[in-house]
Nanobody, 123 residues
């Protein structure tokens, strides 16, 4: 059974940083393309960024230059480093995985999802 577990969320002031982790079990992330999405109250889940199994990365324009995705295949974990956080980054953050060919920003292209971790940025 595949499980993705996010951690590292919390409350931070604007301008601060957080690093989210997504630990996997039941699947070898080395073979997977990984994505990060977020969902704010009353809004649709939106793409944040992704990293291919080849380590190519993609980012939403809203986070480009502030967020960085990395992966540690030995630890079966993917990370989302978030710097210069803004109140509009407040959301539940989800990681997702797929071993298929995918479009990075397409939610339906991912097969496995974590339960999410809350990030709150105060002004």
């Amino acid at each position: 059974q595949v499980q993705l577990v996010e951690s590292g969320g919390g409350l931070v002031q604007a301008g601060g940083s957080l690093r989210l982790s997504c630990a996997a079990s039941g699947v070898a992330l080395v073979n997977c393309n990984m994505g990060w999405f977020r969902q704010a109250p009353g809004k649709e889940r939106e793409f944040v960024g992704a990293i291919r199994s080849t380590r190519t990365t993609y980012y939403a324009d809203s986070v480009k230059g502030r967020f960085t995705i990395s992966r540690d295949n030995a630890a079966n974990t993917v990370y989302l480093q978030m710097n210069s956080l803004k109140p509009e980054d407040t959301a539940v953050y989800f990681c997702a995985a797929t071993a298929r060919v995918f479009t990075a920003s397409a939610r339906n292209d991912y097969d496995y999802w974590g339960q999410g971790t809350q990030v709150t940025v105060s002004s």
